[in-house]
């Protein structure tokens, strides 16, 4: 677009806002009102250009200018910013800066109460931002400047935003991945940088573009920015005063379900969508929003047919295919699914919730792999989605990079406090790393934002606990958790520990014995040998002690540690001890008085951490000190 159609935007009211903006520094508050113009008129690429100016990183400042020069090819400035980016080759033809005076263009987006800048040499030695301005002329001259000054932005003011993160302080640090590292969150003292001036997101286009000129234009851009807000209810009060100027507009009534749907209002969304297809029949996005205003309202509904009339009118439309593969996954028809993402990926290959769902799809699949590389990939395209991170946090666990989910779970809460699963996730991933400290304190506070939703969590603060020592607290989670799992391994493993501490010997015998019937692997019948005689030489039964004994030292050596193998042996024979035989007699043992052993094992490293039917203990107890006849239990 030409200087002369910029100058005709002089007159928008939003657009000298942002460029005011911008002038003094504020361009996340310039960004933000870009954008919304930009979400008004996608295809201006006046808009673009000035959007340039509100990035930090070069690789979208490109993009934008690449954007507007895509929207119009005359655009000089376009062009002017590319070539000196190194996007474009050096071209003649292009109009150089202006160096003798400012564009017009730019005179008239000054306020009518802006003061003219002084000149001369006492208002360059008054002002730094003027030194500033001078030093930047004898550079690259006035025009470039005007321009330049805005497109490659030295520093950027913001004010951030006041995060309380609980538990252990978040480490951000790269996390190597296919297509780039984890973002890395710029902190000072008391705050971190807000998300959006991190990383800025590229305006996207938007299904409904409808012009509104005179009253319903000022209606519209109020509306817009309570959008920008997410004040539902201003936004829904001036899209309806615009249906009493424009009662044929389809648009309107869609858009203000959608703002109903925003806002968990299924029934008055339903009602809008309708007055939208009353108004038009054949407007597509409708029967989208009824399909999804339906599912908000039952979960279980049916509506594949409302997909398909949405397709049946716009057969373009990404969204619809986005959606229908959600509610394919949701159905078990993940091949569906994948077919709706790659019609998705065709019409939109860098969106980053094509990615993401594709991700979501293989994890249904079991294919983790996939999952992974796509998870990867939807990052690559939007750094600042923190539902992207949560998933790569999610995968990398499952992977057993847990320290790649360390930092991609760490980035979620530092940004969004009230994440619960982020914090149970992180919690667990903390535990695999044998890091017990901010394991507890990440889970506690998942647990206080949300104490009756993540039971199955509950096992990874318990099993931590129980390495701390904490022994009271651990028997109390591991018994919740094996409300969720009475089947698993670990958790039944963990309450012998507690139990037997606690010299509970009663209760630690029932779940050695349950333990005994739920390994599979011969290290898990290892371990369930060793604590079962454990258990009944506390209970005085040693003639089954002996017996556990006996069956632990006849397995494989490679089913148990050296320690716990000596161990056996010496219970074995502490309990066994020879006495003389009668002359003609036969050998007998006389069982004397147990011993308490030295050591009580603990859980197998790696191994008694994961409650999950998937995951097999690799290695076997190391034995630690066991506790005296009167343990003191920490409260």
Not at 6 to 21: E, I, L, P, R, Y
Not at 303 to 329: G, Q
Not at 530 to 544: P, S, T
Request: net charge neutral; glycine share 6%.
């Amino acid at each position: 677009m030409t200087e002369e159609l910029q100058q005709d935007h002089s007159d928008n009211t939003m657009f000298q806002d942002a460029v005011k903006a911008l002038r003094q520094g504020d361009k996340p508050r310039a960004k933000e009102l870009f954008t919304l113009l930009l979400k008004t008129d996608q295809n201006n690429s006046t808009y673009w250009v000035w959007i340039s100016a509100t990035v930090d990183n070069t690789k979208e400042r490109i993009y934008c200018l690449q954007t507007a020069l895509k929207l119009d090819p005359e655009n000089a400035t376009a062009k002017r910013g590319l070539v000196l980016l190194g996007a474009l080759p050096p071209d003649e033809t292009i109009q150089p800066f202006v160096m003798n005076r400012p564009r017009a263009w730019e005179e008239k987006l000054l306020l009518a109460n802006e003061k003219p800048r002084e000149k001369g040499f006492k208002a360059f030695a008054r002002s730094p931002i003027v030194r500033l301005a001078g030093i930047a002329v004898i550079v690259a001259g006035l025009g470039a400047v005007v321009f330049f000054g805005f497109i490659l932005p030295r520093q950027t003011n913001f004010v951030g935003t006041k995060t309380n993160t609980p538990g252990p302080s978040p480490t951000f640090t790269a996390t190597p991945t296919l297509f780039g590292a984890t973002a890395q969150p710029t902190e000072v003292p008391g705050r971190l940088v807000p998300l959006s001036t991190l990383y800025p997101v590229s305006p996207t286009a938007v299904y409904v573009n409808t012009p509104h000129a005179g009253q319903s234009g000022d209606l519209y851009r109020v509306a817009l920015a309570a959008y920008a807000k997410g004040d539902w209810d201003a936004y829904i009060d001036n899209m309806k005063l615009i249906t009493e100027f424009e009662p044929d507009a389809a648009d309107i009534p869609y858009l203000i379900g959608d703002a109903y749907r925003f806002k968990g209002d299924a029934k008055n969304a339903i009602k809008a969508y309708n007055d939208a297809l009353k108004v038009d029949p054949n407007f597509g996005a409708p029967y989208l929003g009824l399909a999804r205003a339906r599912l908000m309202d039952d979960p279980k509904a049916n509506v594949e047919t409302l997909f398909s009339e949405t397709l049946k009118r716009d057969p373009n439309f990404t969204e619809i295919y986005i959606e229908r593969a959600r509610y394919f996954i949701l159905h078990k028809k993940t091949e569906e699914a994948i077919k709706d993402l790659d019609s998705a990926a065709k019409l939109s290959p860098e969106s980053s919730e094509v990615y993401s769902m594709y991700a979501q799809a293989y994890v249904t699949l079991d294919d983790k792999k996939n999952a992974l590389k796509y998870a990867e990939k939807a990052l690559s395209f939007d750094r600042g989605n923190l539902s992207v991170y949560q998933l790569l946090g999610e995968l990398y666990i499952e992977d057993a990079q847990y320290k790649n989910a360390i930092e991609n779970l760490s980035f979620v809460v530092a940004y969004n406090a009230e994440d619960d699963l982020s914090f149970a996730m992180l919690g667990r991933a903390y535990f695999e790393e044998e890091n017990y400290k901010p394991a507890i304190q990440n889970l506690d506070q998942a647990f206080t934002l949300n104490r009756n939703g993540l039971q199955k969590y509950y096992v990874y603060r318990g099993l931590a606990n129980l390495e701390l020592n904490n022994v009271d607290q651990a028997v109390t989670d591991l018994e919740v958790a094996r409300g969720v799992d009475e089947k698993s391994f670990d958790i039944n493993l963990g309450l012998v520990r507690g139990y037997y501490i606690q010299e509970k010997f009663g209760s630690a015998f029932q779940k050695a014995d349950v333990i005994k019937t739920l390994a599979k692997t011969d290290e898990q019948i290892a371990t369930a040998l060793y604590w079962h005689a454990l258990v009944q030489e506390k209970r005085g039964i040693l003639k089954e002690a002996v017996k556990d004994w006996q069956a632990l030292l006849a397995m494989d050596k490679n089913a148990m540690t050296v320690a716990m193998r000596a161990e056996a042996e010496s219970h074995l024979k502490s309990i066994v001890t020879p006495t003389p035989t009668p002359r003609g007699g036969i050998k007998t043992s006389t069982p004397t008085k147990t011993i308490t052993p030295t050591k009580t094992p603990t859980p197998p490293k790696g191994g008694t951490g994961t409650p999950t039917p998937t995951r097999t203990p690799t290695m076997t107890p190391t034995p630690t000190r066991s506790p005296t006849s009167t343990p003191t239990k920490k409260v």
